[in-house]
Each structure stands twice: as structure tokens, then as C-alpha cells.
């Protein structure tokens, strides 16, 4: 992350509008995606819980994004998961996939209404098909941040998602959220995976359409 200019203000001028063809390794994500070849590992008092789910996703293009001289390409998702027949929501999240094609850097911003964020780093080349991100609690650049309930119960140490696109079509996620849960010595693997099927094709970011 030393590579940048001494000029932090001067924006690129001459940049491709369309998101879609510029995602690079998350090319094969953006779109509406529904999974169910899933599988949560969660903590409860009893001991680890395990819950397959059903996954809905929405990865859409946002306009190319600068700071300064900076550019990403980027989705932003949506995803909303229940377990099997309910209605009731068993997990939400929401953030932005992005991609700098100047460094290969990519970022993962993460949201979840248990008042908790983080911000996942990870490295990829344009046709890369595979790739991880990593938030560490305490890191300024990539961290973890959670309400003062959950740094008191259930400290979040670590975040990683490994993503996969599959020449199918699809593509798989496996994550690995390491708890260090009150009263417990040994950290706590929170882990979630899925398989998702394309159910309806992106929508352009806006300054596509013009
Ligand atoms: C597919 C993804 C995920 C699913 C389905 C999921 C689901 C769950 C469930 C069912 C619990 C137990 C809730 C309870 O007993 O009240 C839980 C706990 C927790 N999850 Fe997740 N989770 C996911 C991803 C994440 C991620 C990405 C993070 C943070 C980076 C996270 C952070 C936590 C924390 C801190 C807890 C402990 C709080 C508690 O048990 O009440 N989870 N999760």
C-alpha cells in the first residue's frame, strides 16, 4: 500500500464507465443468487450448533469509485438468509465487494444488525478464480468493530471468506468468524459456506445506462 502518488487529489479522467466489465475477480459474482447448499456453525450455551439455511444474495454494480487518483470497481450486496419453510430472518448483511485494478487490492465491507462491521483485505489478479479476504480485530485498515455487548461476550478476533467461482456458473463461499466467547479459553470457530445459482442477471450501474 506505498505505491501511490504524491498527488492524493487528482481523480483518473479517462476510466470505462461499465462496472460489469471491469470487476475483474468478481466478475462471476455480480447478479441475484439463491443457495441452499449451505451449512452455519454457530454458538450457543449447549455447544456448537449446526443449521443449513437458505441464502438469497443481491450483488449489483455500483458506479466506478474514486479517491483521488484511486479507482475501484465494485458490487453492492445484499444478503438475507433464513432456515428452511421460515420467514424469519437468521442472518442479514449488507456492504460492498470492491476491486482496484491498479494493485490487485481487494476489499470487502460487511454490516450485520448485530451492531458489528469490518472491512476483509485480500489480493487478487483480474482472472483470478479464487481469492481470500482477512479482517483482524484491532487492525486500522482491515479491523472488526463491535458493540460494546459483543467485545463483552462475543469478542470477534478474526473474519476470512474464501471465495470460488466454479466454471459452472456458480460460485461458493466459505467463511471462518473466530469467537472468543466469556468464560471459554479456547477461540470459537463460527463458520459459514454455501453454493449460489444465478436467479436473475445484474442490473447496469447507472452511468452504464446513460
Ligand atoms: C452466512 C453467514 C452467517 C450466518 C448464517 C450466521 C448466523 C449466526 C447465528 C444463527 C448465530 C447465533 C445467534 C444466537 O444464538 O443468538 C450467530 C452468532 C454470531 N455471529 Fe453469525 N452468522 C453468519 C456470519 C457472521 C459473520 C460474517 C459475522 C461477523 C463477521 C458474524 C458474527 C456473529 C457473532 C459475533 C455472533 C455471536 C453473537 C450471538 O451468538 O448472539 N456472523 N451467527
Same mark, same amino acid.
Given at each position: ?16 464507465? @461499465? ?10 459474482? &455480480? ?39 484511486? %479507482?475501484?470497481?465494485? %458490487? $453492492?450486496? @445484499?444478503? @438475507? ?29 460487511? &454490516?450485520?444488525?448485530?451492531?458489528? *462491521? ?5 489480493? &487478487? ?8 479476504? *482477512? ?24 473474519? $476470512?471468506?474464501? *471465495? ?24 470459537? @470457530?463460527?463458520?459459514? $459456506? ?5 436467479? &436473475? ?10
Amino acid at each position: 500500500m506505498t505505491d501511490y502518488p504524491e498527488d492524493v487529489y487528482t481523480e483518473p479522467s479517462d476510466f470505462d464507465v @461499465h462496472t460489469l466489465n471491469n470487476l475483474g475477480p468478481l466478475t462471476g459474482l &455480480a447478479g441475484i443468487w439463491e443457495g441452499t447448499r449451505s451449512l452455519d456453525v454457530n454458538p450457543k450455551a449447549e455447544g456448537p450448533e449446526k443449521q443449513v439455511f437458505v441464502e438469497r444474495i443481491e450483488l449489483q454494480p455500483i458506479d466506478p469509485q474514486t479517491n483521488g487518483p484511486q %479507482l475501484f470497481y465494485g %458490487l $453492492r450486496y @445484499h444478503t @438475507h438468509i433464513v432456515k428452511p419453510g421460515q420467514i424469519e430472518t437468521y442472518h442479514d448483511q449488507v456492504g460492498y465487494w470492491l476491486w482496484e485494478p491498479a494493485t490487485g487490492n481487494l476489499i470487502q465491507t460487511l &454490516a450485520i444488525p448485530r451492531g458489528q *462491521v469490518a472491512m476483509a483485505f485480500g489480493r &487478487a489478479a483480474k482472472d483470478d478464480t479464487s481469492f481470500e479476504l *482477512v479482517a483482524t480485530r484491532g487492525s486500522e485498515m482491515n479491523g472488526i468493530c463491535s458493540n460494546p455487548f459483543l467485545e463483552y461476550a462475543f469478542k470477534t478476533i478474526e473474519y $476470512r471468506v474464501k *471465495v470460488t467461482i466454479n466454471t459452472d456458473g456458480t460460485w461458493a463461499y466459505d467463511e471462518d468468524t473466530v469467537l472468543m466467547i466469556r468464560g471459554k479459553t479456547e477461540p470459537f @470457530h463460527h463458520t459459514d $459456506r454455501n453454493v449460489l445459482t444465478k436467479v &436473475a442477471e445484474p442490473t447496469p450501474n447507472p452511468l452504464a445506462r446513460t
